[in-house]
């Protein structure tokens, strides 16, 4: 039984390992496109709004992720890191703004602002690692107004 057991273990460590050997490209300048980025086309939106929206949104809407050493173990990186990335720039790619239409940025302004107001995002299970983004009041208030100027 004991035996089995330390086989098992020996498996599932090996496993484990060659999972790390798996490494998709990260999310780094991959051929950044000739678009404007949000903050570039919002030029005169207050500094310290542009800062918390890169530290609190661009890990996973934008083409520039900051990762920390943990977001390289597998298979949380594939099943989690990367996946939200993609997810989240399928919605909303603060780095190709100004390619979407007036439309397309008039809606997401609102649904920006939604949902920070809500505190949807930055998404829970983000801020538990990455305490510094997650939002206060104070913040909330300074994005959420700003975001109505635009509306
Ligand atoms: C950990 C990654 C992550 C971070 C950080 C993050 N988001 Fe998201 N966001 C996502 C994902 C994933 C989705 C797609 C949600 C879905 O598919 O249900 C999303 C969706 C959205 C949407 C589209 C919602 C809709 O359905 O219309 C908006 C707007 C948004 N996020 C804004 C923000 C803002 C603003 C911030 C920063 C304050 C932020 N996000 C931070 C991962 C993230």
């Known amino acids: 039984m004991k035996k089995a057991l330390k086989i098992t273990?020996?498996?599932?460590?090996?496993?484990?390992?060659?999972?790390?050997l798996y490494q998709p490209a990260p999310n780094v300048d991959k051929g950044q496109p000739a678009t404007t980025d949000f903050m570039q086309t919002y030029a005169d939106m207050p500094a310290?709004?542009?800062?918390?929206?890169?530290?609190?949104?661009?890990?996973?809407?934008?083409?520039?992720?900051?990762?920390?050493?943990?977001?390289?173990?597998?298979?949380t990186r594939s099943l989690l890191v990367e996946k939200h990335i993609k997810d989240a720039q399928e919605d909303l790619n603060f780095s190709e703004w100004d390619s979407y239409s007036q439309r397309k940025q008039k809606r997401l302004i609102t649904s920006i602002k939604k949902q920070i107001e809500t505190k949807k995002m930055p998404m829970s299970s983000y801020t538990l690692m990455h305490h510094n983004a997650k939002l206060n009041?104070?913040?909330?208030?300074?994005?959420?107004?700003?975001l109505e100027t635009q509306e």
């Open 48 to 75: 310290e709004m542009k800062t918390i929206i890169r530290a609190s949104c661009y890990d996973c809407h934008s083409n520039n992720t900051n990762y920390e050493w943990y977001d390289y173990i597998q298979p």
């Open 9 to 20: 273990g020996a498996v599932l460590l090996l496993v484990f390992l060659a999972a790390q």
């Open 137 to 146: 009041d104070a913040q909330i208030k300074l994005l959420t107004q700003w």
